[in-house]
Each structure stands twice: as C-alpha cells, then as structure tokens.
C-alpha cells in the first residue's frame, strides 16, 4: 500500500500516540478541577500553550484548541463577524477556500444577512492584495485568504495582503493555515495576521483537535455557550491529551520542517514530470509559488473516481478534492476559480506527499499511474 | 541570511567606574551559564562581549539573551575581511534581503592602520549599496535601515539592527533578597524587578498543610522556574506553618488574625534573611490593595523587623502588575485557584488600621518567639534553575 492523501490526514506519529495515551490513562482528571489531579491536568495544559506558543512565536493567551480546523475557521468567522456586524456587513474572501470556510461564509450570507464578496484567483491560481484591496467596501470588516489551498497546492501571498490590510484598521484578517503548519513557512506576527486556523492531524497529530490563533484585542462571539474554559471563548472540558499531543505534533513538524522540505520537493518535482509528458493531461497546481506537498492533476475522459478506484486496487491511495467536500460532484470549485476548461474543472486528482514516501516507492507510483491512465483512456 | 555571532553591548553598566570590571564579569558569568547547554563560544572584551554559535541556534540565543539583565542591546554581526572590497560585498548581502527605502552607513575604525577613514569607508560602503539596489536613498537623520560596520584588525564586523535586551543590572551585583512568594500574581512580578535591578533573590514560601494544598506549593515552584528564566537559579524556602497559624487563630481576635500572621511571617522572613545573608526582603505588596496592604496595616507589620523592605510593586495599579506578570509568563500560573495560607484563615472583616498596641497585647497570649524558632529550624529547601528538567517534559 502506497498512502498518498497526507493532505486529507496523516497517520498519527508513535511519539504523538505515547504522549496521547500515557496522558489519557494517568492525567484524565478533569483539568478544571481544583484537587491535585485536577490541577497536574491543567499544568499540562498550560505547558502545551506554552510549548506551541514558543514555536509560532505568539503569546499564550492568542491560542485555543479546538476539535480541528474545521471548528477554527467557523469560530473566527461566524465569531467574528456576528460580533462586529454593528461595524459593517461586508466580508471578503475567495472561492478557493476550504468548504468549512466557505460554507461559513455561505451561512452568514443566507442567514444572517451579510454581504460577502468571493474573489476569483488570478491564472496562477493566486489571489494577490490587489485583489482583495478592490474588493473592500467602506463597511468591510472581514477578510479570510487561505495560505496554501488543500487542492491545487497555490500559495497565496498573505504577507502583502496583511501588509495592505495594515492601512484598513477596521478589517480583520484570518488566515488558514492548515496546509502551512509545517510544510511552508509562515510568521503570524509579521503577516499581520488577526486569527488563523490550525489543523493537527494533517501534521501527523490526532483527528479531533486543532487550533485557533487570535489575537487578544479581537473579541469573537463564542460558538458554543456553557463553562468558562479557555476564556470563555469555547465551553466545554476539553481533553489534555489533545493538547499535550498537539503540542508535541507542532514541534516535531517545525523542527523537520526544512528538511522535510527539500525531501518532498525531489518527490514532487520527480512525479510531475513524469506526469508532463503525457497527452491531454493538465498539471493544476501552479508553476511558481506551490507547496511541493501537493501536486493536482486533470486527465481528460477519465472520471476521477474510477481513476481512484482503479489506483486503489493497485495500492495506491489518492483522492480528487477537499475530503470535506461532496464526494458526488466532482466539479471543483477550486479549480473552476482559475479556468474555464469544464473538462479540467471536473476530472481532477490530488496527490499529496510526505517525508514518509521512499524514493524507491516513487517508480513504483508513476508506472501505475500510467497504466491507469492509459487503461482507462481506452475504454 | 544566517548569522553566527552577536555582539553585546553592556550599557548601563559603562557609567559604573570602579565596579565596571566586577558587573561585566558577573554579566559574562551569567551569560555563559544561560547559554550553556549549547555550542557558543563567549568572548568578553572591556566594551563589548562576543558570541559565536552554531547558526541553527539563532532563535534560541536571541530568546535567551532577551532575558539576561544588565544587556542594554545585541546586534547579530557578519565578519568581513578588513579589506575595503569585502566590507562592500558583505554589507550589500546584508542589506539585499531587507525591505527598506532610506539608509545610511555608519562605520567605526578601531583598526587606525586601515587606509580609509571612518567617513570614507561610510561613503564607499553606501555607493556600493547605491549602484546595486533600486529604489533606495540615503537619509542621515532618520534612515530605515542603519548599516554598521566597526573595523577591526583581526576582521570587520558589520550588523544592521539592533536587539532590544533586557536592560537593569546583572544579576548578582546587587546583592541578595527574601522574596516572600504566596503564588498569586504579585510576588512573581516583585521578583521580576528586583532581579531586574542586579539583586539576585532566594524565596520563602509558607505553607500549611493540610488547609493549603501540595498543588499551591507546586504552583509557587512553577512560577520560581519561569522566574529563574531571568537568574542563574533561585533557592526557595518553605516554612511550614500549620502551629503557628493554628495559635494564632486560637489566641487572637479575627479582627486582627490577619496582621499578626503577617507579623510572624516577617519575623521568620527576617530569620532567614539573615542566616542566609540575604539583606532585604521583597514582597509583592502593593498599596492599599487588600487590608494587609493599607499604609497603617504596612506600618504596623514591617515595625517587628529592621531588615530594609523592598516592594517594588507598592506604586502599581492592578493591571500594570498583570501586565509584567504576563509578559514575564507568569500570570496564567497565577491565577490558577489554589488557597494559600495567606486566604485560608482570612476573617470577614480584617482590620484596615490595625494598632500596633493592639497586635503586641494578642501576641502577648502565646509564646511566639518558639514558634518562630521551630519554623526557622525546619525548613525545608529547593533549589530551582531555568533549565531543570521536570518528569512530564517527554510528554512534550
């Protein structure tokens, strides 16, 4: 078996699952509790703010887990924008965002009546701060620009966009970072960033925990109501072996993340030009500012689907869009953003990478690509 | 670009004539010991003081040194040859990966044999930036970017920005203080800016078991361990109270309970103090913000001690103290909720003024001075340093 969807998940790391389980079975005391069990829980929880904190570079008090970035990203928008409605009804984003962005957006729009502008990416599948800079309105409180986009790979540049967004102090900025933590670098601070998403699992951490960031003088409406953990911000116990297992995911993806870098770029690079020589085959992921972790392909007369079964009776594990998207409809609302070929729009295929990967594996994946590919293109 | 040398400048310290030899050694002293679990090489010379390190360590130094006092600022240097073209060439490096409008150049020639002056060499340094950029002037009064570079014979150092220390003094040239810790968000702070001013502290704790818990003292280790990031380590104490607040509770008014405690906790403080020659004590007092901290209750609790008092929060609002107490990392150990013997027996209705007469007349019903002596002979010691390793650190 050849795994080849890190983008949708990863499989936990074994000193991930330690942490997990040792503090599960010896630390399950409620970490609000006041006796001494209790209290050693939430100095976990403390220590693990702190851990994660020092390795973004933020202060413990702009961080708050959360079940995923899923939770994240629909915290900070629907928080933020049912908070500051008073200000402006007017939010900005794009239609290549993740769906537990842009159904956020989508639910604002339809139920609370916001107005919401969704910017179209430029050719290279980016969307730049000129972009966003003729979008804003006089009552614009709200901009969401993903950084890497979990489909094609294209990295946007949130840094000129938060530099741009420093003249407009009305204007929060969020950011999801799902993709990024640990594969593209990215600094909080210096993108002027006002909240941004963390997901662990796509870094070899647990499903069902992640991470806000944001920053101390933004208030969000809170989701969910009930006790006063984290803030207030999000009730509910939440569990101290997510957040020591998060911690510890964090750093281990930031200090390999250089090398695993280079590594995945030569694997990478090696299946894309594999894949460049053949015929009616579209590369979608960008030629410049791409993360190496992704490669998005559209092959034309082949339905994705039974291009990912055929590889998947072969052993080898891709899939077409978002796992959070609707598998029935293929059509990519990500890749339709940045052309009009309906043929492309419809059929595509994500690999994506991992330091896991061997080299030897590598020859392996291109011949029975295409010998899919050929196979099914006869038919 | 990435650098493997700091250059250190003492500050402060330069205008200290005699004990200026004495506070740079103790500054090296401490600087060498916070970096010691790592490959540098420090190197003190009378007004500057170099580190080399290993270029994967950046963050980290610069982390750490953000937390030694006594460092007014560091700059991350690149060593040219003491030669005109690679000064020229490393500055241009330094400069290309910057964004930046205005610049100047500054140059200092410690090396008088080098053929330039320190205005040529400034002046061939910013024509060569010139001819190669774009888009960037030169501005001598409030340029962007200052480029900086000091001639030196056994090579020319060049940086362009300048890293905020922690300024005060080094720890240890002051002396040493007791620093009374009960855990909640003042006395951490106290700490904070008596270690900011040179004065290296132990600390002393009182603890009453089984009214307060094992989880409180432990709190007050947490905070000493993220105090110690700014001291080489710190000794805390801990005096076990439990008699002597149960006397006190037996054989004096609640009115007053609380000043006498307070009174017997100076006392033994001072014992201490004394024995281990510490010359103040420190605490986390702040004026009139509960009923021990009004003037007349300071007054009449301070009054059974000559040791000098220092309190360097006394002047602070609320929110100034939570402000260092978050900065300095303290503040969310703070307030986690456990009770200390200082609020386990608090009465409903403490005293504001307390008499001082008043105090001595219940402090006559006991025999107190044997209490103070039991709890100054059974102390109980802990030495705390910055990079001790705790048993959950694996699990991170």
Redesign the interface.
């Known amino acids: 078996m050849i795994y080849l969807d890190y983008a949708a998940s990863t499989p936990p790391s074994a000193e991930v699952m330690e942490s997990f389980l040792k503090v599960s079975n010896e630390y399950y005391a409620n970490n609000g509790a006041v006796h001494k069990l209790g209290s050693d829980a939430h100095s976990l929880y403390i220590k693990a703010k702190e851990q994660i904190a020092r390795f973004l570079k933020v202060e413990i008090d702009e961080l708050f887990f959360t079940s995923g970035a899923t939770e994240a990203n629909n915290m900070a928008i629907k928080g933020f924008a049912l908070k500051y409605q008073s200000r402006g009804k007017h939010l900005i984003t794009t239609m290549m965002e993740h769906p537990s962005v842009y159904e956020a957006f989508k639910q604002l729009e339809e139920y609370f009546g916001f107005e919401v502008t969704y910017l179209t990416p430029d050719e290279n599948g980016l969307i730049t701060a000129d972009h966003v800079e003729a979008a804003i309105k006089k009552d614009t409180i709200l901009v969401s620009v993903m950084h890497v986009n979990n489909e094609i790979g294209s990295i946007n540049d949130v840094y000129s966009i938060g530099e741009m967004l420093k003249q407009h102090r009305k204007i929060a900025f969020h950011v999801d970072l799902t993709q990024s933590i640990g594969k593209i670098d990215f600094s909080v601070k210096k993108m002027n960033i006002d909240m941004a998403s963390i997901s662990s699992h796509k870094i070899y951490g647990l499903k069902g925990s992640g991470l806000l960031y944001k920053k101390s003088s933004i208030e969000l409406l809170p989701l969910f109501s009930g006790g006063k953990q984290q803030g207030g911000l999000r009730a509910g116990t939440f569990s101290t072996a997510a957040c020591v297992a998060t911690a510890k995911a964090v750093r281990i993806a930031l200090q390999t993340q250089q090398e695993n870098y280079q590594y995945v770029l030569k694997l990478h690079q090696f299946v894309k030009e594999k894949l460049q020589t053949m015929d009616k085959l579209t590369i979608n992921t960008p030629e410049d500012n791409y993360s190496p972790y992704i490669l998005n392909f559209s092959v034309k007369n082949i339905k994705p689907e039974t291009f990912l079964r055929a590889m998947s009776e072969d052993g080898i594990y891709l899939s077409t869009k978002s796992a959070c998207s609707k598998t029935r409809n293929i059509r990519s609302r990500v890749i339709a953003s940045i052309t009009d070929d309906e043929e492309v729009i419809s059929t595509p295929i994500r690999i994506s990478f991992s330091h896991h990967i061997k080299l030897h594996e590598l020859e392996q994946i291109v011949n029975k690509l295409e010998k899919n590919i050929m196979k099914l293109r006869g038919i | 670009m990435k650098y493997s040398k700091i250059l250190v400048r003492y500050g402060e310290l330069t205008t200290k004539g005699k004990n200026r030899k004495m506070f740079i050694n103790t500054l090296t002293k401490n600087v060498k010991r916070k970096l010691s679990d790592l490959e540098v090489k420090v190197t003190q010379t009378r007004d500057r003081m170099y580190i080399d390190f290993e270029e994967k360590d950046q963050d980290e130094i610069i982390n750490r040194m953000q937390k030694v006092f006594g460092l007014v600022s560091f700059s991350l240097v690149q060593v040219a040859q003491t030669e005109i073209e690679d000064i020229k060439r490393v500055a241009l490096e330094m400069v290309s990966e910057l964004k930046f409008k205005t610049f100047k150049v500054e140059s200092r020639r410690n090396f008088k044999a080098f053929p330039l002056q320190s205005m040529q060499i400034s002046r061939e340094v910013g024509a060569h930036i010139l001819r190669n950029t774009e888009d960037i002037t030169v501005d001598v009064h409030t340029p962007d970017v200052t480029v900086s570079v000091e001639v030196r014979k056994e090579g020319t150092y060049l940086f362009v920005e300048n890293i905020k220390g922690a300024g005060g003094y080094p720890v240890g040239v002051g002396g040493k203080g007791m620093l009374m810790i009960s855990g909640g968000i003042d006395s951490p702070v106290a700490g904070y800016l008596t270690l900011k001013r040179g004065v290296a502290i132990e600390a002393i704790h009182f603890a009453s078991p089984p009214h307060t818990?094992?989880?409180a003292r432990?709190?007050v280790e947490?905070l000493l361990k993220k105090l110690s990031d700014y001291a080489p380590s710190i000794t805390l104490h801990v005096i076990h109270f439990t008699t002597m607040q149960e006397h006190i509770v037996k054989y004096v008014d609640p009115a007053f309970q609380m000043t006498v405690m307070r009174r017997m906790m100076y006392r033994i403080t001072e014992g201490l103090a004394e024995k281990r020659n510490n010359l103040i004590l420190v605490n986390g007092e702040s004026i009139g913000q509960v009923a021990s901290q009004t003037l007349r209750s300071m007054h009449t609790i301070e009054s059974v001690i000559n040791t000098p008092v220092i309190r360097p929060v006394a002047t602070y609002d609320k929110n100034e103290i939570i402000d260092i107490a978050?900065k300095i990392?303290t503040y969310?150990?703070s307030i986690?909720?456990?009770e200390d013997c200082c609020t386990i027996f608090l009465p409903k209705n403490p005293q504001t003024a307390p008499k001082k007469e008043k105090c001595e007349f219940f402090e006559t019903k006991f025999d107190y001075q044997t209490l103070v002596d039991e709890c100054l002979s059974n102390v109980e010691r802990v030495r705390i340093e910055f990079d001790q390793k705790e048993e959950?650190d694996d699990?991170?």
Do not use: G, I, Q
Request: hydrophobic share 30%.
């Open positions: 818990s094992d989880a432990e709190k947490t978050k990392d969310e150990t986690l909720p456990f959950t699990l991170f």
